[in-house]
Structure formats: C-alpha cells, structure tokens
C-alpha cells in the first residue's frame, strides 16, 4: 500500500517562511512527476509547482520566484521551500506523486497540510 505522509503546515505571519515534505511509503518505484498542489477556500485546486526526475520543474505563475520545489529521491520525498509568504497563499497544500507499483503507473495524494498566512 502506498501512502504520502505531508508535514509542515501551520500559521505563519505575511513575509514569513514554511517548508513542505512529503514523503512517498509503500511499495511505489519511478515516481515522476512530483509535484504541490492547493485548495483555497472557495477556489479550485490549482498546482503550486511540480518536478521530473530530469529536473523540469513547472511553478504557478503566482509562487515564481518565493517558492522552491526539490525533491530527494533517495527518500522518495518532495520538498517545498515557501518564502515571502502572502496572504493569498493561505490554502490546504496537498501532494501528489505518479509512480509505478503493483497497480501500474498511478497517481497518488497526500492527505493535505493547511498553510495560513496571517497577522
């Protein structure tokens, strides 16, 4: 069974920093792309930043420039650096991983981390 464990959310004041992991257990190989996605509220899912084995790396046009995705593949986990933090980046991070296990190449989700940006 595969499962993505996120950690680093919380609370944090506008200007103010937070790093995302998120760490792919289970049986789950080749895992390309890795990637953030996030929900605020009332608004569609949108992707933050996502990132190939290769190095191509994707950012939302909103995040260029205060946020950094990497990823360790030797720990199957994907990090997210987020810098001078707005407001407007207040939302439910989730990750989201595709991978070959016993079911094929799937895609798999975390079960979320909220991020607040507030004073």
């Known amino acids: 069974q595969v499962q993505l464990v996120e950690s680093g959310g919380g609370l944090v004041q506008p200007g103010g920093s937070l790093r995302l992991s998120c760490e792919a257990s289970?049986?789950?190989?080749?895992?390309?792309?890795m990637g953030w996605y996030r929900q605020a509220p009332g608004k569609q899912r949108e992707l933050v930043a996502a990132i190939r084995s290769g190095g191509n790396i994707n950012y939302a046009d909103s995040v260029k420039g205060r946020f950094t995705i990497s990823r360790d593949n030797a720990k199957n986990t994907v990090y997210l650096q987020m810098n001078s933090l707005k407001p407007e980046d207040t939302g439910v991070y989730v990750c989201n991983v595709w991978g070959w296990s016993d079911g094929g190449l799937t895609d798999y989700w975390g079960q979320g981390t909220q991020v607040t940006v507030s004073s």
């Open positions: 289970g049986s789950i190989f080749r895992l390309n792309p």
